[in-house]
């Protein structure tokens, strides 16, 4: 199970700091993605990150902006979110990726209750 937490209200131009916490599975055998809905929306990828750290993928939307990293001796990674926009709002969910494109949420399990970013502009 992945949790993800972190969330909050913010201005525009903040920053948040959002973890996701595993338990119950081998972490460092995972890639691990995170994604965001926003009300009316499909969930989308922000971010995604390889087992070991090697390879990270940003999302064009926030590129620039956000930093993903992980530790898997805390078995935790974390999503820096900078110069938030007003339409970064969403709930943020972390998942296990399980193969194939890492942009489908299809393609990822042991999903989590998420968190809620919202940015005031």
């Known amino acids: 199970q992945l949790q993800a937490s972190g969330g909050g209200l913010v201005q525009a131009g903040g920053s948040l700091r959002l973890s996701c916490a595993a338990s119950g599975l081998t972490f460092d055998d995972y890639a691990i993605g995170w994604f965001r809905q926003a009300p009316g929306k499909e969930r989308e990828a922000v971010s995604c990150?390889?087992?070991?750290?090697?390879?990270?993928y940003l999302a064009d939307s926030v590129k620039g902006r956000f930093t993903i990293s992980r530790d898997n001796a805390k078995n935790t990674v974390n999503l820096q979110m900078n110069s938030l926009k007003h339409e970064d709002t969403a709930v943020y969910y972390c998942?296990?990726?399980?193969?194939?494109?890492?942009?489908?949420?299809?393609?990822?399990?042991?999903w989590g209750q998420g968190t809620q970013v919202t940015v005031s502009s």
């Open positions: 990150i390889s087992s070991r750290g090697h390879s990270t």
């Open positions: 998942a296990a990726f399980r193969g194939g494109r890492y942009y489908d949420p299809n393609n990822y399990n042991y």
